[in-house]
Each structure stands twice: as structure tokens, then as C-alpha cells.
């Protein structure tokens, strides 16, 4: 089987480093693709430490992936070699069940096939990542990315970008909405980019003031500091829609009172701890509180399409692959501004 250099770790408690790994050859349906940069996710060490459990090893992170085609196989019909494309969480699905028929293959019944850390639809075949020169994935999984964008900046758009757009398009995002970001990270970031050029009215919540010069540079109209008390009285009943991108404990009730009648708060983020919710603060208004988990292959094109019209990209670090340990060291502290992408030429 043909072979790549990767960056893996061999477990949990030791430090990523090159690798040698195997790639399966280029099948009838499949596309061969030399990857040019790949964005550094935070769900990548929550995996890489096994904070979620379950984590297989060796493993090569990275699910944020663009590159260029290098080989088609035989029945591709919709990439040629020397398009640009990117790669994003999964990489297969059963593709036959009521969720896969809806292009919702994140929910698939029997599982979906994710990048890395996970296996095949053999449930044999470990899946490595995108921290590798090259991937071959089946071309229905497979994202066309426009020459348009900066390719480096772009790499986070197949996980921050998509995690982001799918909550303001469920919602029916439009001109004049309300729509509040809660805390300016890799994510939040991304979600103020969008759904200001959605047309949305956008308040970025932070607890630090220091960021909203930033918040405000990304497109945000407004800034509430929510570490100030009476943030949540000036701002009670205002938001059409709530992006929650914090994984740190917080209370949601208290943003749920930022809600209008009928309005929603999705999460994004992932405390580790499950947070108490009041019955009265979804009561008082019909409001949701709901969840949202990336997107499906249709609506991964659709956002990266709308990126390329709009000139949207993530603001990125680029940083060689021999940094990936020192930059998650910096994410855990919230070092960055606001996505390290290791360019996969130095390997």
C-alpha cells in the first residue's frame, strides 16, 4: 500500500512526532489529495489527551484539510487532477438511512466515518488525519474549494466555518436579524463572519473587554460584556438567535434571558460538565435551546461556496508542523488569533 509521512501520537500522555502511515490505493471512486495545509481544531486535543474517551492510537489528527488532486479513480466524475479540494470531519456513511438521505450524513444511524480517530464504514480500517501529505478519500466526501480563497486561511472553513453557518442557516439567518455570538474563538469568530454577511445585525458576549476592538474588526455591531451584570438586564429579550461557542462552564439560563419570544440558543461548545437549565427560562418566552454538530456534505459545499462569494476565510497562524505541540499548549491558554494551520510542506 502506498505510504505517507504524517504527525501522530502514540498516546495519550506523549507528544506528537513524524510517522510513517499507510494510505489505501486510489479505488474506483476515490480522489488522491496532496495536502497543502490543515487547520488545528480544539476537538483535536480533546481527542490526542482522550478527554472524550475511547481514542485510538497511533493517531494523525486534523479535519480541517485542503490540498490539491493528484489521482482520480476510474468512475469520479465530479474532480479532475489539479483541482483544489478539501477534506472535512468525515470521510464516509452508511449513506442509506434517513439521515444520510437527507444530507445529514454527521447523523448517521449506523455512524458516520470520521477523519481521524475513528475507522472505515468496516469498522477495521483506522481513519488517520489530515497532519499527513496526502489523503484518499471517496469523492462523495470530498469539497470543491474555490480558487478564490486563500487556501491556507480556508482549511478552518471545513470544520470552524461549517460548525458555524449550519446553526445560522437552520435558523434561517436573514437581513435584520438579531443573532448574538457567544465568546470570540475559532469559532465565534467564524460565526460573527457569516452572519454579518448574512445580514444579520451581530453582538459579539464576551467576559473580556479587551476583545472587542477584534470583535467589531470581524464585523460584530455590538459588544455586551457579560462579565458586568447589567449586560443581561440592558440586553433582556433582544437576540432572534443566540451562537454559544463556549466549552467552559457557564450558565445558560442567564443568556436564554437575551432570547425574544420564540428565540434560540444553540450550542456549540462542550463544558465538561452538564449545565442546569430552568424550566422557566425556556417557559416565559417558547424558547429553544438546542445543539448543532457541523454539517452534511451538501451544506459543507454550500458554505464554502458562499465563503468564496462573500470573501470569507478564517484568520489564521500558519505555523509548520514541527510547532503543533507548542501550539496546542497556546490554544489551551486562548493563545491565538483565532486558528493555528500547519503547513503540511514541512514535513
Not at 490543515?38 to 483535536?44: A, N, Q
Not at 474532480?79 to 447523523?107: H, I, N, P, W, Y
Request: include cysteine; aromatic fraction near 6%; proline fraction near 5%.
Amino acid at each position: 500500500m502506498p505510504t505517507a509521512k504524517a504527525f501522530a501520537t502514540p498516546s495519550a500522555i506523549e507528544p506528537l512526532g513524524p510517522l510513517q502511515i499507510e494510505r489505501r490505493e486510489v479505488g474506483p471512486h476515490d480522489v488522491r489529495i496532496e495536502i497543502a495545509f490543515c487547520g488545528v481544531c480544539h476537538s483535536d486535543i480533546h481527542q490526542v489527551r482522550n478527554e472524550w474517551g475511547g481514542s485510538i492510537y497511533p493517531m494523525v489528527p486534523g479535519h480541517e484539510i485542503v490540498g490539491r488532486i493528484t489521482a482520480v479513480g476510474a468512475h469520479v466524475k465530479g474532480f479532475k487532477a489539479g483541482d483544489l479540494a478539501g477534506v472535512g470531519c468525515m470521510v464516509d456513511s452508511c449513506r442509506t438511512c434517513a439521515s444520510c438521505k437527507r444530507d445529514l450524513e454527521q447523523f448517521c444511524e449506523k455512524g458516520a466515518a470520521f477523519t481521524y480517530n475513528g475507522t472505515e464504514m468496516d469498522r477495521k480500517t483506522p481513519t488517520f488525519g489530515g497532519y499527513s501529505d496526502s489523503v484518499v478519500v471517496d469523492e462523495a466526501f470530498v469539497l470543491h474549494v474555490s480558487e478564490k480563497l486563500d487556501l491556507a486561511a480556508a482549511a478552518p472553513l471545513l470544520c470552524a466555518g461549517i460548525t458555524t453557518y449550519s446553526p445560522l442557516r437552520h435558523w434561517n439567518t436573514k437581513k435584520g436579524d438579531k443573532v448574538g455570538v457567544v465568546g470570540l474563538g475559532g469559532l465565534g469568530h467564524m460565526a460573527v463572519k457569516l452572519a454579518a454577511a448574512m445580514g444579520a445585525e451581530v453582538t459579539m458576549l464576551s467576559t473580556s473587554k479587551s476583545k472587542e476592538a477584534d470583535a467589531r474588526r470581524l464585523g460584530a455591531h455590538h459588544f455586551g460584556l457579560t462579565s458586568d451584570e447589567a449586560t443581561f438586564k440592558q440586553l433582556a429579550g433582544r437576540f432572534d438567535l443566540i451562537i454559544d461557542t463556549i466549552s467552559a462552564p457557564h450558565d445558560y439560563n442567564k443568556y436564554l434571558g437575551l432570547l425574544r419570544v420564540e428565540g434560540a440558543m444553540v450550542l456549540l461548545g462542550v463544558p465538561p460538565e452538564p449545565t442546569p437549565v430552568a424550566a422557566h427560562a425556556l417557559i416565559g418566552g417558547r424558547k429553544t435551546l438546542s445543539g448543532s454538530l457541523i454539517g452534511g456534505i451538501k451544506e459543507t459545499q454550500e458554505m464554502l461556496d458562499f465563503c468564496a462569494e462573500h470573501g470569507i476565510v478564517s484568520d489564521i497562524e500558519l505555523i509548520p508542523v514541527q510547532q503543533v505541540n507548542e501550539a496546542y499548549t497556546r490554544m489551551m491558554k486562548g493563545d491565538v488569533r483565532y486558528r493555528f494551520v500547519l503547513d503540511m510542506k514541512t514535513l
